[in-house]
Every structure is written in structure tokens, then in C-alpha cells.
């Protein structure tokens, strides 16, 4: 079993940064994937950002040239800094990660992101 913590939402205005990460624990041996969803008030949960092993990334087309997701060196950490912030990115991400399958069943509890116009 995997279990990701996230962290680094916040109140930003638009215009500005935020670099959010998440932790994998437990089985992160098996990931072979991380990435990001998000979910606004009222709206459904949508993919943002994943990034492979291997370093291959996908985004949405709404943050490409603005979010990048990395990975730290060790595989079980996954980054999304994201610039010129706009205030339809505030949402809940979601941290997602596993082996196989996208999305996996394995989730973080969510880290809020809000962007004032």
C-alpha cells in the first residue's frame, strides 16, 4: 500500500507561484507513476500533471508553458511548481501515484490552492 502526503497550497493572487510536493511512503518501491488532479468546488476531479519513472511528463493543455512536475532522485517525491497562477486553478490537488493504471486507487488528502483575482 502506497500512502502520499501532500503539501505547499496556499492563498496566492493571481500572477504568482506556488510548488507543491508529495511524499510516497509504504510500498513506493512500486511506483512507476506520480502525479496531480485537482477538484473545485462544485466540479469534478481532473487530471493536471503525471510524470514516469522515466522522466516522460503529460500536462493539460490549460497549464502547459506554466506547471512543470518533477521528480526528486529518489522516485518517491513528486513536485508541481506552478507560475502565472490564475484563479481557475483553485482547487484541491490531489496527489496520485502507482504502478500501472491511471489514475491509481492511491490518493493523498488533498492540498488546497487558491488564487484571488
Known amino acids: 500500500q502506497v500512502r502520499l502526503v501532500e503539501s505547499g497550497g496556499g492563498f496566492v493572487q493571481a500572477g504568482g507561484s506556488l510548488r507543491l510536493s508529495c511524499v510516497a511512503s509504504?510500498?513506493?518501491?512500486?511506483?512507476?507513476?506520480m502525479g496531480w488532479y485537482r477538484q473545485a468546488p462544485d466540479g469534478q476531479r481532473e487530471f493536471v500533471a503525471l510524470?514516469?519513472?522515466?522522466?516522460?511528463?503529460n500536462y493539460v493543455d490549460s497549464v502547459k508553458g506554466r506547471f512543470t512536475i518533477s521528480q526528486a532522485n529518489a522516485k518517491n517525491t513528486v513536485f508541481l511548481q506552478m507560475n502565472s497562477l490564475k484563479p481557475d486553478a483553485s482547487a484541491v490537488y490531489y496527489c496520485?501515484?502507482?504502478?500501472?493504471?491511471?489514475?491509481?486507487?492511491?490518493w493523498g488528502q488533498g492540498t488546497q490552492v487558491t488564487v484571488s483575482s
Open positions: 510524470i514516469t519513472s522515466g522522466g516522460h511528463t
Open positions: 496520485n501515484a502507482g504502478p500501472a493504471s491511471w489514475p491509481s486507487p492511491n
Open positions: 509504504g510500498s513506493a518501491s512500486d511506483i512507476n507513476q
